[in-house]
Structures are given as C-alpha cells and as structure tokens.
C-alpha cells in the first residue's frame, strides 16, 4: 500500500524557516517524480514544487522561487521541502504528492500545515 | 500560464440526479487533464486522468469527457458520498500544473 506521511509544519514567524518532510512507503520512491502541493485555508490546490527521480531536476511556482528548495533522499525514501523567507500568504496545508506521468498525482499524503504569523 | 476555470462554483443536486461539471482551460491542453475530488479534512483523491480514464477504484458513474479546452466531469446517479469539491488540472504544459479553483457539488 503506497503511504506519504508529511510531518514538519507548525506556526513560524514571517521571514522564518521551515523544513517539511515527507516519508514514502509501499512503492519504489527511486522510481517517482515527486511534488508538493499547497491549499491556503479555505482555497483551492497550488502546486508549489517537484523533483525528478534521481533530484537532477527540480521546478517551481513563480510565487515560491528563490525561497524554496525541494530535495530527496532516495536511500531514506524521503522528499523534503525547504521554505525560507515565509511570508503570510505561504499559510497552507502542504501536501506530498506522487507524481506518475500517465496518472498524474495519483497518490497524496494527509498534509501537513503551515501558519505564518507574527 | 494556462488558466484553469471551472463552472459552476456550487452545484447543488438531488441524491440520484445527474451532475456535470465544467472545466476550461485558456489553451489547448489536449487531453492532458485530470479531475480530483476533495472531502473535507481529507487529500484530494484523484478520479480521472488522460480527460476520460478512470482511476484505481472510481465507480463508473463517474465519467469524463472532452479535449483541447473543454471538459466535463459527470456524474451519472450522485451518491451521499459523493458531494464534495470537485477540481480540474492540467499537465499539458508546465510547470506550472495549474488547477481549476473547484466546484462545490452540494445536496439540494
């Protein structure tokens, strides 16, 4: 059974840091793009990042460039997301999604959230 | 950027009834699209992908339709458990993936 747990999120001040962690289980991580996707309370879905299979390749939203950094431990079956410089429009539920290029984000974690507020 | 627009914003149906939702995309996205259903406190669960293929588990009255710019999700007889929000995404060109902002299918 594919599993994606996201943990790391909590309450941070603007211009603060955060690492969110996402631990994958059930299928072969190595094999996978991987992305995150974002919901501001109350909003829709944003995709925020992803990352190629062997972490050679990583793409992101315009919103989030420069401050963000996705990576991946394929030994650990880990993908991480790296937020800097937060800003209260970050204020989301990030989710860890598994991205196949025929199904898309087939498999997504519960999420995790962000609050970034003074 | 492709934009992804979906109507209605709320959709409010009958137990039994049929629902059709819409989606547009601001370019042709060929029919590189998929749907996603969200309850809520929960992930989104994907439904279809390649614009009309099920995925994994989906009952078949839910059904897709469409190419280049628009699309329709349907779904045949709704289910209690089938009111929630409902968004489109493309993954013709990107990045970005870019998604519909959802449609809230509600009971009438």
């Known amino acids: 059974e594919v599993q994606l747990v996201e943990s790391g999120g909590g309450l941070v001040q603007p211009g603060g840091s955060l690492r969110l962690s996402c631990a994958a289980s059930?299928?072969?991580?190595?094999?996978?793009?991987m992305s995150w996707v974002r919901q501001a309370p109350g909003k829709g879905l944003e995709w925020v990042a992803n990352?190629?299979?062997?972490?050679?390749?990583?793409y992101y939203v315009d919103s989030v460039k420069g401050r963000f950094t996705i990576s991946r431990d394929n030994a650990k079956n880990s993908l991480h997301l790296q937020m800097n410089s937060l800003r209260a429009e970050d204020t989301a539920v990030y989710y860890c999604?598994?991205?196949?290029?025929?199904?898309?984000?087939?498999?997504w974690g519960q999420g995790t959230l962000v609050t970034v507020s003074s | 950027e492709i934009v992804m627009t979906q109507s209605p914003a709320t959709l409010s149906v009958s137990p039994g009834e049929r629902a059709t939702l819409s989606c547009r995309a601001s370019?042709?996205?060929?029919?590189?699209l998929a749907w996603y259903q969200q309850k809520p406190g929960q992930a989104p669960r994907l439904l279809i992908y390649?614009?009309?293929t099920w995925a994994n588990g989906v009952p078949p009255r839910f059904s897709g339709s469409g190419s280049g710019t628009e699309f329709t999700l349907t779904i045949s007889s709704l289910q209690s458990e089938d009111f929630a929000v409902y968004y489109c995404?493309?993954?013709?060109?990107?990045?970005?993936?870019?998604f519909g902002q959802g449609t809230k299918l509600e009971i009438k």
């Open positions: 999604a598994r991205w196949d290029w025929l199904l898309n984000f087939d498999y």
């Open positions: 059930g299928f072969t991580f190595s094999n996978y793009w």
């Open positions: 990352i190629k299979q062997d972490g050679s390749e990583g």
């Open positions: 370019q042709s996205v060929s029919t590189n």
């Open positions: 390649g614009a009309s």
């Open positions: 995404q493309q993954y013709d060109n990107w990045p970005p993936y870019t």
